[in-house]
């Protein structure tokens, strides 16, 4: 409790009423608030920060992690049209255009025969060659969360590709579906059903891992070789923002949730009824755990909502990551929603960073950002930032492709304009009392 503070959601409005939402948005949101109308009003000004790097970013692995696998790391500008998507780069904007903002990393140069090409330059060679090398090295830590997942699902089962959803996030091998999951066959196994679908099955449990990162935490446990998971009251790290200056008013009703006891995710969970408090609070330890995995603490919601099933979570999984704003963050920055363990961030930063999180940011610094400055006033202004000024030329000609040469050296990502995203006074503290009565 005697962390440093984060915003959490106030000034909802009735989601279900609205016209602007189809159905199959409203599904994820809590029944009775919008989380655009949370956002809007009461945000976390570093971790909204933390989002926006990430979505620049994300394009240059992308990209990357495509010339990894071309036969000479060289891929003709056009076959580069039908990632778009992927990309995030919408039509009319050039890929050339995206490509030339990065030239520390990438190359562009046309054939004889006119065909415009993009490759690696020799540091983007290197980073991919040092990648490759941190996930190996990262082998063990990514067998341990993979089998602790599986451990965590009520069957013991889990759709290869559904963990796929993962693969970053937990450092595993691109082709890790062919060639890893097989290298551990004491841990599990692949099989497929009827439909051909491939699964991973847990084939041996390890007591050691099935101790939460909350008891390591709290309680100390390093080695708990005859370890069985089962009900737990131990209290959920938390941090609320510096500007909420009343939190003492309603300490009780957190102390009582704090208290609660809950089954621990690696204890059975068959008899647990849905909407139960208890039922809930399990999910809340859940989710605690499955961040914890994430080389980054934080994942997009669409993946913690692809596991309701296998991991036994309510439906209105939305509902309990806002609602427990302490523990959890969700930002809707993009199209898709990311949700941030807040214990694991000072400011926008990670407090504890992975070998392959520092290679992720040692990328993201070399990635070139000279787009115009534009004045933006609120959130609604940076939903077009980064792609129109990574994505729009500098250049009158647009024929021509060269590497700018007018790159500086600061001219970098980690140029991102903080102070363009805007900051909040102290915020209205009814929610949180709220919140707690309800759970």
Not at 246 to 260: H, L, P, S, T
Not at 368 to 385: N, S
Not at 407 to 417: A, I, L
Request: with cysteine; aromatic share 10%.
């Amino acid at each position: 409790m005697a962390n440093k503070l984060i915003k959490f959601p106030t000034n909802f409005t009735k989601s279900s009423k609205n016209p602007h939402y189809p159905p199959s948005l409203l599904r994820f949101m809590t029944t009775s608030k919008r989380v655009q109308d949370r956002s809007q009003q009461k945000r976390v000004h570093a971790l909204e920060i933390a989002v926006e790097k990430n979505k620049i970013a994300s394009k240059i692995l992308f990209l990357l992690e495509l010339l990894k696998h071309e036969p000479e790391q060289i891929i003709p500008i056009r076959s580069l049209d039908q990632h778009r998507r992927q990309l995030n780069l919408p039509k009319p904007h050039k890929l050339s255009d995206f490509i030339r903002k990065s030239p520390k990393l990438f190359e562009l140069y046309k054939d004889q025969r006119g065909t415009t090409w993009v490759g690696l330059t020799k540091k983007g060679e290197e980073l991919i060659e040092e990648e490759e090398r941190l996930i190996a090295e990262n082998e063990e830590t990514a067998l341990e969360h993979v089998t602790r997942l599986l451990m965590m699902s009520v069957e013991k089962v889990l759709p290869l590709d559904k963990i796929a959803h993962f693969r970053r996030d937990l450092g595993l091998p691109y082709d890790f579906r062919k060639n890893w999951v097989h290298k551990y066959p004491d841990c599990f196994r692949v099989f497929k059903n009827e439909d051909d679908v491939e699964f991973l099955k847990l084939v041996s449990w390890n007591p050691s891992w099935s101790v939460t990162e909350v008891e390591k935490k709290i309680m100390g446990i390093t080695k708990a070789e005859n370890h069985v998971p089962g009900m737990l009251s131990l209290p959920f790290p938390m941090k609320f923002p510096p500007d909420y200056k009343k939190v003492y008013r309603y300490a009780g009703q957190i102390e009582n949730f704090q208290k609660r006891e809950y089954l621990s995710p690696y204890a059975d969970a068959k008899e647990l009824k849905a909407g139960s408090v208890e039922f809930d609070k399990r999910a809340i330890a859940v989710m605690h755990e499955v961040l914890s995995f994430m080389n980054e603490k934080r994942l997009v919601t669409d993946h913690l909502t692809h596991f309701r099933r296998e991991f036994v979570m309510p439906q209105k999984l939305m509902r309990i990551l806002l609602k427990h704003f302490g523990i959890f963050y969700v930002s809707e920055r993009g199209k898709r929603f990311s949700v941030f363990l807040t214990e694991a961030y000072e400011g926008s930063e990670l407090i504890e960073k992975c070998p392959l999180v520092v290679w992720k940011e040692k990328v993201f610094s070399l990635t070139g950002y000279r787009g115009r400055k534009k004045k933006i006033e609120t959130f609604d202004d940076l939903d077009g930032f980064d792609d129109n000024d990574l994505f729009e030329s500098d250049s009158e000609d647009e024929n021509t492709i060269r590497v700018d040469q007018s790159f500086k050296e600061d001219d970098t990502m980690s140029d991102v304009e903080y102070e363009s995203i805007p900051r909040f006074s102290e915020m209205d503290i009814g929610e949180v009392q709220k919140a707690y009565k309800e759970t």
